[in-house]
Nanobody, 120 residues
């Protein structure tokens, strides 16, 4: 099994910054795509940003120019640097990862979520 553990959420004022981290562990052979999603109260989970193993990135229009996704392949860790935060960024942020386990089984895993609240 593959587990994802997120950290870095919290309360921040509008215009502030936060950095989220998510580390994958377990019976991993290789991690391919990694990404961040968020879910606000009463809304569906939405894509924030994704990154491939080679470093190609994709962002939701709402975060382009403000958020940066990156990863450390040696540590199986993905990061989300969030700047110029807005109240509408308030949500639970989930990381995801897909790849191959040591057993050659394909996996797609989710973290438990970390709360980000943007408020004055």
């Amino acid at each position: 099994q593959v587990q994802l553990v997120e950290s870095g959420g919290g309360l921040v004022q509008p215009g502030g910054s936060l950095r989220l981290s998510c580390a994958a562990s377990g019976s991993i052979l290789t991690v391919n795509g990694m990404g961040w999603y968020h879910q606000a109260p009463g809304k569906q989970r939405e894509l924030v940003a994704t990154i491939t193993r080679s470093g190609s990135t994709n962002y939701a229009d709402s975060v382009k120019g403000r958020f940066t996704i990156s990863r450390d392949n040696a540590k199986n860790t993905v990061y989300l640097q969030m700047t110029s935060l807005k109240p509408e960024d308030t949500a639970v942020y989930y990381c995801s990862a897909d790849g191959i386990e040591i057993t050659m089984k394909v996996f797609r895993s989710w973290g438990q979520g970390t709360q980000v609240t943007v408020s004055s």
